[in-house]
Nanobody
Framework: QVQLVESGGGLVQPGGSLRLSCAAS????????VGWFRQAPGKEREFVAV????????YYADSVKGRFIISRDSPKDTVSLKMNSLKAEDTAVYYC??????????????????WGQGTQVTVSS
């Protein structure tokens, strides 16, 4: 079974930027979309962004719209999340996930069947 591996997390100051990457280990992305979610301590896991291909489309949570950009590198078979203008409230463990398809509720955790292990993002001065 394909596994997802995230990388790129770390500590950044408010207003800074980070790029997260999600790679498929043991194969390629088997679904037509990959999403990013995040979970802060004591909170529910929440939708951040998703990218569909065939046709290409992206969707974002209101809280990150205009600051985060999700993209796919087809030759490398990776999906990235570029995070700009980071705020303290963006601090969370970030997860990439696959398995969602067109017509499914892509903001819902249960629509995804494969998850990465998560990468910590901390925004603090």
């Amino acid at each position: 079974q394909v596994q997802l591996v995230e990388s790129g997390g770390g500590l950044v100051q408010p207003g800074g930027s980070l790029r997260l990457s999600c790679a498929a280990s043991g194969g390629s992305f088997s679904s037509a979309a990959v999403g990013w979610f995040r979970q802060a301590p004591g909170k529910e896991r929440e939708f951040v962004a998703v990218i569909f291909w065939r046709p290409t489309a992206t969707y974002y949570a209101d809280s990150v719209k205009g600051r985060f950009i999700i993209s796919r590198d087809s030759p490398k078979d990776t999906v990235s999340l570029k995070m700009n203008s980071l705020k303290a409230e963006d601090t969370a463990v970030y997860y990439c996930a696959a398995g969602v398809r067109w017509g499914m509720a892509f903001t819902t955790v249960s629509s995804y069947t494969v998850w990465g292990q998560g990468t910590q993002v901390t925004v603090s001065s």
